[in-house]
C-alpha cells in the first residue's frame, strides 16, 4: 500500500479538485483521506455516504465547579490567557480562549477546577461515489488540535486500506505548511505539489518544497492555469529541474473547473478531453513512478 499526499503552498491553485479527480480515477483501489480538516470540502465532490461517525476528542479545558469555588481569584490571577473571569459574581472559564495548561488547577486552594477532555471535532468514514471508501472529518469552529485530527484520518484510512487490501491511500492535504501539513506527510510515499503560475505560487511552492524535502519524500508536481503566465512558469521550471521534482503535467485555466465544482462533479467526469487526459497521464505516471520505487 502506497501513500500519495497532494498539497499547496498557498490556497485556491485546485489542489482538492486534482485529489478527488485522482480518486475518481484509482476508484476501488483507493481509499481516501481527507486532511484538510479546517476547511474540508473533499465532500462536496465526493459524495460520501457516511457508514460510521465518532466525536473526537482532544485537549483539556479547566471546568470551574461554581457550586463550590470561594471566589478568592487565585484562578484568574495566574491565567496568562484571560480565560477566567468573574461573571455574575462567580468565577467561570471561557473555553474558547482557555489553552489547557492546568496552571488554575494547581492554585485553586480548594481543588474545584477540574480539567476536562474537549469535543473538538467529528470523524466520519465514508463510501463514495468512485466506489471506494473515504475517512472525513470536521473541526469544530474555534477548536484547536488539528494536527492530532489530521493523524487520525490518516491512521484509519491506512487500517482500512490495509485491512481490504488496497494499493494506495490518497491524502487532500491543508495548504500552507502547518501543523496539519506536516501531519500529513508523515509517513507518505509521494508528494504531488500543486502550483500556479504567480509570483505568490512560485514563493509559496519553494516554501513547501522545503518542507517536504526535509521529510525525504519524493515529488511531483503539477502546475495549474499554466498557459497564464508563461514567465512565471519557466521559472518553476527551472526549480523544479534543479530540485530534482517530477514535472507531471501542465493544466490550462478553463472554466470547466469551476463548472464541474458547481455541479458536484470532478474535472475528470465534466470534462472528457484534454483535461481528463492530462489527469489521467499524470496519475498514471505516479503509480508508475511508486512502482519503481518499490522494485
Same mark, same amino acid.
Given at each position: 500500500?502506497?501513500?500519495?499526499?497532494?498539497? !499547496? %503552498? /498557498?490556497?485556491?491553485?485546485?489542489?482538492?479538485?486534482?485529489?478527488?479527480?485522482? &480518486?475518481?480515477?484509482? @476508484? $476501488?483501489?483507493? +481509499?481516501?483521506?481527507?486532511?484538510?480538516?479546517?476547511?474540508?470540502?473533499?465532500?462536496?465532490?465526493?459524495?460520501?455516504?457516511?457508514?460510521?461517525?465518532?466525536?473526537?476528542?482532544?485537549?483539556?479545558?479547566?471546568?470551574?465547579?461554581?457550586?463550590?469555588?470561594?471566589?478568592?481569584?487565585?484562578?484568574?490571577?495566574?491565567?496568562?490567557?484571560?480565560?477566567?473571569?468573574?461573571?455574575?459574581?462567580?468565577?467561570?472559564?471561557?473555553?474558547?480562549?482557555?489553552?489547557?495548561?492546568?496552571?488554575?488547577?494547581?492554585?485553586?486552594?480548594?481543588?474545584?477546577?477540574?480539567?476536562?477532555?474537549?469535543?473538538?471535532?467529528?470523524?466520519?468514514?465514508?463510501?463514495?461515489?468512485?466506489?471506494?471508501?473515504?475517512?472525513?472529518?470536521?473541526?469544530?469552529?474555534?477548536?484547536?488540535? !488539528? %494536527? /492530532?485530527?489530521?493523524?487520525?484520518?490518516?491512521?484509519?484510512?491506512?487500517?482500512? &486500506?490495509?485491512?481490504? @487490501? $488496497?494499493?494506495? +491511500?490518497?491524502?487532500?492535504?491543508?495548504?500552507?505548511?502547518?501543523?496539519?501539513?506536516?501531519?500529513?506527510?508523515?509517513?507518505?510515499?509521494?508528494?504531488?505539489?500543486?502550483?500556479?503560475?504567480?509570483?505568490?505560487?512560485?514563493?509559496?511552492?519553494?516554501?513547501?518544497?522545503?518542507?517536504?524535502?526535509?521529510?525525504?519524500?519524493?515529488?511531483?508536481?503539477?502546475?495549474?492555469?499554466?498557459?497564464?503566465?508563461?514567465?512565471?512558469?519557466?521559472?518553476?521550471?527551472?526549480?523544479?529541474?534543479?530540485?530534482?521534482?517530477?514535472?507531471?503535467?501542465?493544466?490550462?485555466?478553463?472554466?470547466?473547473?469551476?463548472?464541474?465544482?458547481?455541479?458536484?462533479?470532478?474535472?475528470?467526469?465534466?470534462?472528457?478531453?484534454?483535461?481528463?487526459?492530462?489527469?489521467?497521464?499524470?496519475?498514471?505516471?505516479?503509480?508508475?513512478?511508486?512502482?519503481?520505487?518499490?522494485?
Amino acid at each position: 500500500m502506497k501513500e500519495i499526499v497532494v498539497i !499547496s %503552498g /498557498k490556497g485556491g491553485t485546485g489542489k482538492t479538485s486534482i485529489t478527488a479527480s485522482f &480518486a475518481m480515477l484509482g @476508484g $476501488k483501489d483507493i +481509499v481516501v483521506a481527507d486532511c484538510d480538516v479546517d476547511a474540508a470540502d473533499m465532500h462536496l465532490l465526493m459524495k460520501p455516504n457516511v457508514k460510521t461517525e465518532e466525536d473526537f476528542y482532544s485537549g483539556n479545558a479547566a471546568v470551574i465547579d461554581r457550586a463550590k469555588c470561594l471566589n478568592c481569584g487565585k484562578c484568574a490571577s495566574v491565567c496568562r490567557f484571560d480565560a477566567i473571569n468573574l461573571i455574575e459574581y462567580l468565577y467561570s472559564v471561557s473555553a474558547l480562549n482557555c489553552e489547557g495548561c492546568g496552571y488554575c488547577a494547581r492554585v485553586c486552594p480548594v481543588k474545584v477546577i477540574s480539567m476536562v477532555e474537549q469535543n473538538v471535532g467529528k470523524l466520519y468514514i465514508s463510501a463514495t461515489k468512485a466506489d471506494n471508501m473515504m475517512v472525513h472529518a470536521r473541526l469544530l469552529s474555534g477548536a484547536d488540535n !488539528s %494536527g /492530532k485530527l489530521v493523524a487520525r484520518v490518516k491512521k484509519e484510512a491506512k487500517q482500512i &486500506a490495509q485491512e481490504t @487490501g $488496497k494499493g494506495f +491511500v490518497i491524502v487532500d492535504g491543508s495548504p500552507g505548511i502547518g501543523c496539519p501539513v506536516i501531519s500529513s506527510l508523515s509517513g507518505a510515499d509521494f508528494v504531488v505539489l500543486v502550483t500556479e503560475p504567480t509570483v505568490s505560487g512560485l514563493h509559496d511552492l519553494k516554501r513547501v518544497y522545503e518542507l517536504v524535502n526535509r521529510f525525504q519524500i519524493s515529488a511531483g508536481c503539477i502546475i495549474n492555469k499554466a498557459d497564464i503566465n508563461q514567465d512565471v512558469v519557466n521559472h518553476i521550471e527551472i526549480y523544479l529541474r534543479e530540485n530534482n521534482i517530477v514535472h507531471l503535467t501542465d493544466l490550462p485555466y478553463d472554466e470547466s473547473f469551476t463548472s464541474a465544482m458547481t455541479i458536484g462533479q470532478t474535472i475528470v467526469e465534466y470534462d472528457h478531453d484534454k483535461l481528463a487526459d492530462l489527469l489521467t497521464v499524470s496519475w498514471n505516471k505516479i503509480k508508475q513512478i511508486l512502482s519503481k520505487e518499490q522494485q
